[in-house]
């Protein structure tokens, strides 16, 4: 049973416009959640993080918002750039500090920005 | 500071034989997690090292192991590979300190191609 989803595999959007990549997950037990992204032949790249303390942190373009009573988390890029166009995936895990070392993973999302 | 380094980052071996991948995480790092990625299945979590320990371990069977060593560079093992091997085999390395946020870093990735 698949603890993290992205339900949604592919994604196209204009370039200035907003990219919004949607994650659910299942285990209540999660208490961090990572997005990353992915060019072909590369590894996962991180981009941004959050506690479930939190609900909402912002690093440049990258906002990620949290929603614990939802069990959702979504990812925002604004604007979005022909550069931006990758997979990006949704990872969790449990143990905040590093008591669990291991993610989760999602199956990730195909971000296509056109120009 | 250099990112997670993985060798080989291609290798062909036939069905049955042996193979050693190795990783070396970004310095300071303790925590080196490998992970599997498949078209099928997406990315998955096969074990941690933390201190030469193994702390975590996924649901992959007893051909898989590793180890990790005193300088933190960890090394993993599939023995007696079958045609589902193949994959791409991805290094993560963490700082991972109580308190700390919990980011892996990924290498580049390991191609495995088992004929």
């Known amino acids: 049973d698949q603890q993290v989803k992205q339900n949604s595999p592919s994604l196209s959007v204009q370039e200035g416009r907003i990219s919004i990549l949607n994650c659910d997950y299942t285990?209540?037990?999660?208490?961090?959640f990572l997005w990353y992204k992915k060019y072909p032949a590369e590894g996962p790249t991180f981009l941004i993080s959050i506690s479930s303390i939190k609900d909402k942190n912002e690093d440049g373009r990258f906002t990620v918002f949290l929603n614990k009573s939802a069990k959702h988390l979504s990812l925002h890029i604004v604007p979005s750039q022909p550069g931006d166009s990758a997979v990006y995936f949704c990872a969790a895990s449990a143990g905040y500090g590093g008591s669990q070392g291991n993610l989760i993973f999602g199956k990730g999302t195909k971000l296509s920005v056109k120009p | 500071k250099a990112g997670v380094t993985q060798t080989p980052r291609y290798l062909i071996k036939t069905r049955g034989q042996q193979v050693t991948l190795s990783c070396s995480p970004i310095s300071g790092h303790r925590s080196v997690s490998w992970y599997q990625q498949t078209p099928g299945q997406g990315l998955q979590f096969l074990f941690e090292y933390f201190s030469e320990t193994q702390r975590n371990k996924g649901n992959f069977p007893g051909r898989f192991s590793g180890r990790q060593f005193s300088n933190s560079r960890s090394e993993m093992n599939v023995s007696t590979l079958e045609l589902g091997d193949s994959a791409l085999y991805l290094c993560?390395?963490?700082?991972?300190?109580?308190?700390?946020?919990?980011?892996?870093?990924f290498g580049p990735g390991t191609r495995l191609t088992v004929t």
């Open positions: 285990n209540s037990m999660f208490d961090y």
């Open positions: 993560a390395s963490s700082f991972l300190s109580a308190g700390a946020a919990y980011e892996q870093y």
